[in-house]
Every structure is written in C-alpha cells, then in structure tokens.
C-alpha cells in the first residue's frame, strides 16, 4: 500500500478541513484548495503541517505560518502544532497559476468580459491639484467599509500617489505570469511606484504606457472585485484613451473644485465620454467651503463649481450628469493622505467622510447583476398562423 493510500486519522481529517478555511493572503483562496498543504503529519496530539509558498520570497510567510498555526491549534485534541514552509517547484506554480485564472488565457481583461460583474470607475480631472487621487483613495475605503471587494489601480504612470496614500509598503508577488497585488484596509492595489526604485520617474511615451495599463488590467490576479477603481493622470491623453479601448464599460467620474473658472477644464475631462462612448457617472466637487471654529463656512475655492460642471455637461451629453456629492475641504484629507490612513477611516463622523461614502454609494447603490449584460439570446421570428 503506498503511502497515498495510507487511511488519514479523524484527527488528520479534522485539521485538513480546519486548513480549508485558511485562505492565502494575497490570492484569497483556500491554500487547500491551491495544493498549497503538501503535508500533514500528525504523532498523537501533536501536528506538524508543510506548506508550499508560491515563491521563495513570499512577503506573506509570516502571516501564512500564523493562520495556519492558528487554525490546527483551534482543532480538537491538537496539542502542539508546528509549521514549515518550503517552495513550489515550476510546474506547481504553472498549476496553481491556471487553476487561478479558472483556465482563462493569461493576457485577457477579466473586467472587459460580458460576463463581468465588475463595476470600473475612471476617476478623471481636467488638471492636477483637485485631489482627485485623494478622493479615490477615500472612495475605495468606503467601499471596502460597506463589505464590498475593491481594488485600486493607480493609472497615473507619471504621477503616481496610491501606494503613499493608501499606506502600502509591500511590492507584488509574481508567480509565472501572473501578478499578486498587495492590501491596504482590505482593498487590492498595484501601481507603477510599486515597481521603480528610489521614487525613481517614469520616462515612458504612449505605446508604453498603453502596455502597462494592459499588463495591470490582465496580469494582475484581481480576483472576483465588486468595485475596480482607476486612478486617472490629469487631461484627456494616453491613458484615457487607452482605458477606453481596453475598458469600454468602465464609467467616467471627474473631480473639480468649487472655482467656476475650474468647470470648463472639468468638462472637458467628461467630454471624452462624446468620442470614447462611455458612460459619464457624474460629477464630484472637492475642496468646498471650509468650516470655521465659529461655525462659518469660508469658500477658499469659490462655490459652485461642481454643479456648473455637472450642468454643462448635461447639455454636451445629451443626458443628466447628476452632481454625485460636494466634499468640504478638510485638513485631515490631505494628512490621512500622507500617513496612508483614509479620511473616512479615521475621522468616520466628519462633514467630509459622510460626503465621500455619499459618493461611494451613489456609485454601488445598484447590486450587481444581469443588467447590461449579453446573454447571447437571438429574436425568432413567429411561426406563421396555422
């Protein structure tokens, strides 16, 4: 008999189905389930358990020892629990990579799909310094605080600020082909800054650019998001188109400030949706009126910039662009900005967190479903009268 025919112990039984419930931190599936368990010895009470990594320097080792060492001690009449780490050979990792990708071929865009039910937001400006990436940011969080999956990418080749904003430290993990995007508060992230060294430029043109953005959207090992949210560069260039060649679902929000001189550059970041045929979700004001100790609100920025954008675009399009929420201006953004710590996260009750979860539910009000989707039905004709 050999040793895989070897009958398993109730208790050996017990801690494989415990195992089961362990999840890889960065795939997000069971390690039982990624033949990440090679084996599990058991001597009495005590178990011992060796557990794949995907690669050498998996930066989740420690956290994948933890989770498994807590599951089997969680086990009845387990006693002593240890745990070694080895590494996947080749054709383990080629496994792993396609049962992941559920047989898809590497270089498809799960959410350009018509099955996808994937919602992808372009978050968009007509300039820089309206804090769209900030607003991003805090859109994301939340999102991810009302239970939804969410990921970020940062699109903004040259000006990259997502990792900083949102306190990721970690690099991705790449196995074969495919990319393991790290977490920050529950939410996947991958961007550019995650790849150069020394917050080093990024001298890219067009066709370069347009194959990152590929790579990001095909590469990355998303897994089944609620949300995708695209962190824009400023303007109408490269990036936006590329998004939609590559997106054509993906709907379009822009960010602006309360200035009227501002609304004509936001327009014209929402009127690409004219020449792209995408759909506009609406219009985000940020930095509006500030309030004051005494109560006051100082408009630093002006007022009603959001609103004129919201209606001139509504006459460009054809169709209402509601205003999807007005942001007053807040310190705390901008410090939860650069400590990597969301506004709506840490300061939840504030004036501008409620704006921004307005916003976020604005945008995923609508549970996922068949609406828009192909379902490859044809129209008959009527069998003629008898």
Known sequence: MSESDQPVSPLEADVRTALAAVDDPEIGRSIIELDMVESVTVDGGKVHVHVLLTVSGCPMREEITRRVTTAVQAVPGVSEATVSLGVMNDDQRKALATHVRGGRPEKEIPFAQPGSLTRVYAVASGKGGVGKSTVTTNLAAAMAADGLRVGVLDADIYGFSIPRMLGVTGRPTQVEQMILPPQAHGIRVISIGMFTRDNGPVVWRGPMLH????QFLAD???GDLDVLLLDLPPGTGDIAISVAQLLPSAEIVVVTTPQLAAHEVAERAGAIATQTHQRLAGVVENMAGLTLPDG?????????????????????????????GSIPLDPRLREGADS????????????AAEAIRTVARALTGKPRGLSGMSLNISPTRKPPAA
């Not at 194959?211 to 590929?214: F, I, V």
């Open 211 to 214: 194959r990152a953005l590929q």
């Open 340 to 351: 990597g710590a969301p506004l709506v996260m840490t300061h939840p009750d504030s004036p």
């Open 220 to 222: 990355v090992h998303w």
């Open 296 to 324: 006051t609100v100082l408009d630093i920025f002006g007022a009603g910039g959001g609103a004129a954008a919201a209606e001139g675009l509504t006459r460009t399009l054809g169709h209402d662009v509601p205003l999807l």
